[in-house]
């Protein structure tokens, strides 16, 4: 069963729970670098856009994109751990893919660990494809690889 979720901008008291969330499922093993400020300032920055899914109100998950005028950068996506599998990435994904489309970007990229099994079908399940492997990109032998999905197809005058 799909669950009833509400997508929205993210407000300054939900750095703490962006935070710790992604220092629990995509920083782990890794220096915290994606802590409090910094969501903060993401979240201030006219950029880039943070979005939050809420259940009932509470906190699952979110998702950060930064805008560029030709492509943008997913940074960060995660949905808390008990409630995977529900349509919830999905829905976080299309709202910024969404404002993307809106604002003209051609490209949306993002990184992800090799060894993200997870990642990698939910990214290939949404028309992401694999463009690049950068071996050591987050530690010794933490290799990563490059996404990427193009929305606007340049056609000819
Ligand atoms: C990747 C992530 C955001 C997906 O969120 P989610 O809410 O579970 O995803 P959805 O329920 O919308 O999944 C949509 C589809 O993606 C694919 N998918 C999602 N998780 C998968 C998994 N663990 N294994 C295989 N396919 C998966 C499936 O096709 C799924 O559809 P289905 O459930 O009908 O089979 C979530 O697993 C997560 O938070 N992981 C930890 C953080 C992370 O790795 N982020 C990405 C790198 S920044």
Redesign the pocket.
């Known amino acids: 069963m799909r669950a009833e979720i509400a997508i929205q901008l993210a407000t300054p008291a939900d750095a703490v729970d962006i935070a710790c969330l992604s220092r629990d499922?995509?920083e782990q093993g890794l220096p915290w670098r994606w802590t409090p400020a910094r969501v903060q300032r993401c979240i201030r920055d006219g950029a880039t856009n943070v979005a939050v899914a809420r259940q009932q109100e509470a906190f699952c998950?979110f998702g950060i994109m930064r805008y560029g005028e030709e492509d943008a950068h997913?940074l960060?996506?995660?949905?808390h751990?008990e409630?995977?599998?529900?349509?919830?990435?999905?829905?976080?994904?299309a709202w910024l893919e969404e404002v993307a489309r809106a604002a003209g970007v051609a490209c949306v990229r993002?990184e992800?660990?090799q060894q993200?099994?997870?990642?990698r079908?939910?990214y290939n399940?949404?028309g992401y494809h694999e463009s690049a492997l950068r071996n050591d990109r987050y530690a010794s032998s933490v290799h990563g690889v490059t996404l990427e999905k193009w929305l606007r197809v340049e056609t000819q005058a």
């Not at 409630?83 to 994904?93: E, N």
């Not at 993200?116 to 990642?119: C, K």
């Open positions: 499922s995509i998950g997913l960060l996506l995660a949905v751990p409630q995977r599998r529900l349509g919830i990435g999905s829905a976080l994904l993002l992800a660990r993200n099994e997870a990642a079908c939910f399940e949404h």
